[in-house]
C-alpha cells in the first residue's frame, strides 16, 4: 500500500479572506501557512508501502488572471472536489497539503494550507511542496490565459470593442509531471469534446499515473460523475452522486494500490 511515516504537524483551520481583500492586492497576496514544528519538515520523504500515513499535495479552485486592477479571468470552480478529497485524506489518516485557489470554502481542519490567487503563484507553490510530498493529486482548474500587458488601474469604456492579447500561462499540472521522480500524479481532465480521447493525451502529456474525467457540468455542482483512467488507459473505476462520497472512494481506492502502482 502506498504510505509514508507520519510526522509533520496539524495546521490551524485558516480565516478565510474576502473578495475585497484579495481585489484591493491581487498582484501580491499573502499565502497563509503554519510550519510544520519537527525537525526534518524539509527531509525527502520516505516512500514504503508497508508504512503509513501518506503526505499528499492537492490543489483545489480556480485560478485569477488580472486583466486590470479589478477584473480578471478565471472560471466557476467551487473548489467542492479538491476540499472533499482534502477531507477524505484527513479521514484515512494522511498528511494533507492544500494549495487553492479564492473559493468560498473553509480549509478543512488539520491541513496544511496555502492560499494563492493567480496560476504563476500556485504553479511556484505546488513545485515548492511537492518533493516533500509522496503524491498530487491535482483537481484545480487553472486559468489557461492571461494578458499580454495588465493594465495599471482601470479599464476605462471607449465606446467601442477592444482587443487585448493574451499568452497560455504556464501548465501546473505538467510542471509537477516533469518533476515526479519516484512520486505519483493523479490529474483531472475536465473535457467537452472528445472527452476520452482528450483526457488520454492529458494524461500522456502532463505524464500522469491517472487521471480523472469529468464533465464541466462538474463546475459549480455538488455532484459529479468521473471515470479513473490509468496510465495504460484502462478504466479503473466510475463513481458518481456527491463530490464527498466520490472524493472518499478515490482515497480508499489510492490506499489500495501499491506502491508499484505509482510507475
Not at 519538515?41 to 501518506?54: E, G, Q, T, V
Not at 466557476?76 to 484527513?90: E, F, T, V
Not at 516533469?178 to 500524479?185: D, G, L
Amino acid at each position: 500500500m502506498l504510505g509514508r511515516p507520519s510526522g509533520a504537524g496539524k495546521c490551524a483551520r485558516p480565516r478565510a479572506e474576502s473578495a475585497q481583500q484579495e481585489l484591493r492586492s491581487p498582484e501580491s497576496p499573502t499565502p497563509r501557512k503554519t510550519r510544520r514544528a519537527d525537525a526534518d519538515a524539509d527531509a525527502a520523504p520516505l516512500r514504503s508501502p508497508k508504512i503509513s500515513p501518506m503526505r499528499i499535495l492537492i490543489t483545489a479552485g480556480p485560478t485569477r488572471e488580472y486583466l486590470d486592477d479589478v477584473r480578471y479571468l478565471s472560471n466557476g470552480s467551487s473548489g467542492r472536489m479538491g476540499y472533499a478529497i482534502a477531507q477524505a485524506a484527513l479521514n484515512q489518516g494522511w498528511q494533507v497539503v492544500l494549495v487553492s485557489g479564492p473559493v468560498e470554502l473553509s480549509a478543512p481542519p488539520g491541513c496544511e494550507f496555502h492560499q494563492v490567487i493567480t496560476t504563476a503563484q500556485m504553479k511556484e507553490a505546488c513545485e515548492r511542496l511537492f518533493p516533500t510530498c509522496d503524491g498530487v493529486i491535482a483537481t484545480a482548474a487553472v486559468c489557461d490565459y492571461k494578458p499580454v500587458v495588465r493594465v495599471t488601474g482601470k479599464l476605462k469604456k471607449v465606446g467601442g470593442p477592444i482587443t487585448m492579447e493574451m499568452i497560455e500561462t504556464d501548465d501546473v499540472l505538467a510542471g509537477l509531471g516533469a518533476i515526479k521522480e519516484q512520486r505519483w500524479v493523479l490529474g483531472f481532465a475536465l473535457e467537452a469534446q472528445n472527452p476520452r480521447e482528450n483526457a488520454l493525451q492529458k494524461l500522456r502529456r502532463k505524464n500522469c499515473n491517472w487521471i480523472v474525467l469529468n464533465s464541466p457540468t462538474a463546475i459549480g455542482s455538488e455532484e459529479n460523475s468521473v471515470e479513473l483512467i490509468s496510465a495504460s488507459g484502462e478504466t479503473v473505476a466510475n463513481w458518481s452522486g456527491p463530490k464527498s462520497r466520490i472524493a472518499t472512494s478515490l482515497i480508499t481506492w489510492l490506499s489500495e494500490q501499491p506502491a508499484s502502482g505509482r510507475a
